[in-house]
């Protein structure tokens, strides 16, 4: 057996992670999923969302590395419109990062299977970006979202370790809830 890549690892890690976000809410209520356990814990749904549109920035970020610049699906399917985000202020990049919890917990975020379903699309886009990182493009300089110079391979294992301690705090709030808190056993 070949011994993967570093591309390959990060896509594999990626698909496995992004499936995990996903099955996270699967076992929730729309209730369930939308309830902020405290001020300062933003609901399942919230993460769920915050991920996507991580996804969804970073995707489009990617594509110019890897074939030509494509814009968000956020903006071009026109999700932010149809959930009436069009002048909500959403934090940085668009992505609920620095919004503050009592500014993220007014958002108007549609149902769960609306957000799972913007989730699902932002996913498969960012998975084909990172599924055509080879090793010159995965070891590209990169300038990533903070303004740092690193590589792609580089930013996209930091984005692997954020999307995973939002994973984490989902895994927690279902626990919270009464629900089995783990989607990785």
Same mark, same amino acid.
């Given at each position: ?17 992004? #499936? ?12 369930? /999923? ?12 919230? &993460?769920?969302? &915050? ?25 071009? /399917? ?5 959930? #009436? ?17 009592? %500014? ?34 995965? %070891? ?5 979202? &903070?303004? %740092? ?14 999307? %995973?301690? &939002?994973?984490?705090?989902?895994? /927690? ?13």
């Amino acid at each position: 057996m070949a011994i993967p890549t570093p591309s390959e690892i990060v896509a594999t890690r990626l698909e496995k992670l992004n #499936g995990q976000l996903v099955q996270a809410i699967d076992a929730l209520t729309d209730e369930e /999923a939308s309830t902020w356990p405290a001020k300062t814990a933003p609901s399942c749904k919230w &993460h769920l969302w &915050h991920m996507a549109r991580w996804a969804d920035y970073v995707q489009s970020l990617l594509s110019e590395v890897v074939a030509e610049k494509t814009p968000e699906l956020w903006e071009f /399917a026109g999700v932010a419109d149809e959930w #009436g985000f069009d002048r909500v202020d959403l934090g940085m990049w668009g992505a609920g990062s620095g919004l503050g919890n009592e %500014n993220g917990q007014s958002l108007p975020l549609p149902s769960t299977s609306r957000v799972k379903a913007y989730a699902k699309e932002a996913f498969d886009l960012l998975e084909q970006r990172v599924g055509m990182l080879d090793d010159t493009t995965f %070891n590209a300089a990169f300038t990533d979202w &903070h303004d %740092n110079e690193t590589s792609t391979g580089d930013a996209m294992v930091g984005y692997i370790a954020h999307a %995973n301690r &939002h994973l984490g705090m989902m895994e /927690a709030i279902s626990g919270v809830l009464g629900k089995d808190g783990s989607v990785t056993v």
